[in-house]
Structures are given as C-alpha cells and as structure tokens.
C-alpha cells in the first residue's frame, strides 16, 4: 500500500501537460501560457500628461499665457510650444511637441480677455521645476522587444490584462482538462428528489464537480450509475471520453464493488489501488491510452463525501495542475500552531478538515470535529485539512503541524 507522497507521484508520472492550443483571450483566466508574449510597441507609446492642466515650456516661468489649443486623451495635437504659451490638456493625452512640463490645472487659475483669449496664470513654483514633471515618457514602462509575459505564466487577471494592451486576442494556451464526473451506488437519488428507506442523495457529485471549477477544469457530471454492471460499463465508457473520469463509490471491498473489475474490462491499467490515508484508503488510480499521444486519467474515489473531498485535494487536484502545466502540481503545505488541545488515533496518517487562520505571528489551526468519512456537515467549518501522523498521540495546544489549505 503506497504512502500519500508515493501516490502522488505515481499520479504525476502517469500525468503529462495538454497539447497547447490557441484560446480567446477573454477565456483564458487561469490557464498557463505555452508561448513567449513579446510588446509590438512601447508603453505608452507616445510621451503623456500624467494630470489634467496645461502643457508648457518651462523656459517661460511664472507667466500669465494664451491658450491655444485643447487636447483630450485620444486626440492629437495640432499646435507646437515654439513661442510663450500653454495648451490645455487632458490626462493621458499626447504631449505638445515644445512643451517639457504640465502643471496641474488646480495650481492655475483662468481668465478671458477683451478679445475672448483664454488666458492661464502659472504659479511662482513652476521657475523650480524640473523639465519632465507630469510627464510619462514613450516607453519608460515598456521597450518594443520586451517581454511581457512569459511561457509558463499562470494568466492571472492581470496578465491578461497586460496580453489586451499589446493586441493579443488569441493566445496559445494549454485548455481546460475535461472531467467526467460518475456517482456510483444503488443507494443514491438526484438531489431533487426525496430519499426513500436506505438511500441517500447523490451530493457528491455537486462536490465534485465544483471541486474541478475550483481547480480550473471543467467537469462533465455523467449522473448516477447503478450496481450493475452493464450500466455501470455504459457510463464508464461515456466517461473515457473525457481527459480525466472520476468515479465515486464502488472501489472497496463489498459485492457490488464493481468499479475496479469493470474499469480493467474497458481497458484501464490499475496503477495503484488503496493509499495509506485517512479517510479514503480505498483510492484507486489507472489509465486508458486512447491514442499513442492521447490518454485518460482515471480516479476511483471511496463513496463516503469527506473521503471523496480528500482524495480529490489529495491527487486528482495535482493531475488537473499537471495537465494544464501549472507548475508545481503537487499541493503545497504550510505550518501551523494547534489553537487547543487534539487527540489522534489510528494506524493511517489522517487528513482531518480545519480551520487554517492568518495572524500577524504566523498561521493557527483549529482541528474541526467529525464523526467520519461520512460527516459532511464538518467540512462546512473547515477550509484547510491538518495532517495528524500516525498513531495515539495528543498534540498540545500550540504544536506545529502540517496543514493543506484547500
């Protein structure tokens, strides 16, 4: 029986990044970049009024001067600085060739004279400024030829953001992982319904499927499939068609355990089967190559919904950050301070949920109560899983222990 850390590795090992393909813009939140962004221009490509006033040349000092033109962001000017005056302008808009200054509007102050001139009056403390002052220069951000975002960049809002202004619409991404989402189990009814003697409803599929929105996939729900095994093969093979199948249910050792038997009849390659975990040791991982550059990752998850939840952070969320070539895959963890007293027991590692908090002293965590695999209601409390090693141990208030955020 392999320890988490082997599991995890065999799953990456198995796991390789989707071929990239050119993705919309606008539809390309949180996927990785597989090509190089160079700038096709300087930013800002042209020199600009950090403020709105009046562009001037320095030279003329404290004067009181005609207003020629005004220019707005987006409009260029028509009028050159060769002589004494201002021209009004607007934030972001062209600088004035002749103009080395502006000075903001609220340090002036405006008057018409008989002719209808508009005249500006500049303040005493523009003689001590520094040519360049609200000015942001072509390229000071930016070079043509630069690079702006590179290969392997995860694209946050503002990478995206920064692909706008250099004029990429499409970029070449790798896609969102398909996953296929099958709850297993005669037991199980649509949430909808009213669960009759002995069954329950099928909440781990809306479990899942937002755990693979949460991880950047998409998941492909297949709905429930019942301990037979004709049915069951039917929505196994409907399933492969996707880049990953995870499965709930049906992976441990009672008669109707079809799951494994079934998946190794529609040609899937057992890779490991149980992990020394708590809760979900009965785990099951494969894979069915589809072409010779073309395979499905495939997930047999224990029915109870923590085990399920668990397994999921545990290795399916580190296969879907290999395929989408995040880097790392493997899901990090931080140290923490037990707030209060904890008891473990048991012969497995235990991944127990938990509240993880930040303080200005380092992060703390709160062991959640639960009475199972079966205790969903606990979760609710807990964003994080805290790590109890094995064996009976007590943990004192303020020990150090392993935690994963989810």
Not at 61 to 82: H, M, N, R, Y
Not at 152 to 163: I, K, V, W, Y
Request: aromatic share 4%; hydrophobic share 45%.
């Amino acid at each position: 029986m392999l320890e988490v850390p082997e599991a995890v590795a065999a799953v990456l090992h198995e796991a390789s990044p989707l071929v990239p393909s050119s993705i919309v813009l606008q539809e390309a939140l949180g996927l990785v970049l597989a090509e190089d962004i160079h700038a096709d221009a300087d930013s800002p490509p042209f020199d600009k009024s950090l403020v709105d006033g009046f562009a001037v040349r320095l030279t003329d000092g404290a004067a009181t001067l005609s207003v020629i033109e005004v220019v707005s962001a987006g409009q260029i000017p028509t009028q050159v600085l060769d002589q004494p005056a201002a021209i009004q302008i607007m934030t972001g808009a062209p600088l004035p060739i002749g103009a080395d200054a502006v000075v903001q509007i609220e340090f002036t102050s405006s008057l018409t004279d008989a002719a209808g001139q508009t005249l500006v009056s500049l303040p005493n403390k523009v003689a001590s400024w520094k040519p360049g002052t609200n000015i942001l220069r072509q390229g000071v951000s930016t070079r043509r030829g630069d690079l702006v975002v590179a290969s392997g960049s995860e694209l946050r809002p503002q990478e995206l953001g920064a692909l706008a202004e250099w004029g990429r619409a499409l970029v070449l991404a790798r896609r969102r992982p398909r996953v296929a989402v099958l709850a297993t189990g005669d037991e199980l009814v649509p949430i909808e319904q009213t669960p009759g003697p002995g069954k329950i409803r099928n909440s781990n599929e809306t479990m899942l499927c937002a755990q693979i929105r949460r991880a950047g996939a998409d998941p492909i729900p297949l709905g429930i499939a019942r301990d037979e095994r004709a049915h069951l093969r039917q929505r196994i093979d409907a399933g492969l068609q996707a880049d990953v199948l995870v499965l709930s249910g049906g992976v441990s050792m009672g008669d109707k355990d079809f799951v494994p038997s079934e998946l190794s009849a529609a040609g899937v390659r057992q890779v490991f089967h149980k992990v020394n975990v708590k809760p979900g040791k009965p785990v099951w991982f494969g894979i069915r190559d589809t072409s010779p550059t073309s395979r499905t990752l495939v997930f047999g998850l224990p029915g109870n919904p923590v085990s399920s939840m668990v397994c999921f952070e545990l290795f399916v969320r580190p296969a879907l950050r290999r395929l989408m070539g995040v880097s790392p895959a493997e899901f990090t963890s931080v140290k923490a301070r037990l707030t209060q007293p904890h008891t473990t027991k048991g012969d497995r590692p235990t991944y127990q949920p938990a509240g993880l908090e930040w303080r200005e002293d380092g992060p703390i965590v709160t062991a959640v109560p639960w009475v199972g695999s079966s205790d969903l209601r606990a979760t609710v409390a807990a964003n994080s899983m805290a790590l109890f090693p094995i064996g009976d141990q007590t943990y004192a208030a303020g020990s150090i222990i392993e935690v994963i955020a989810w």
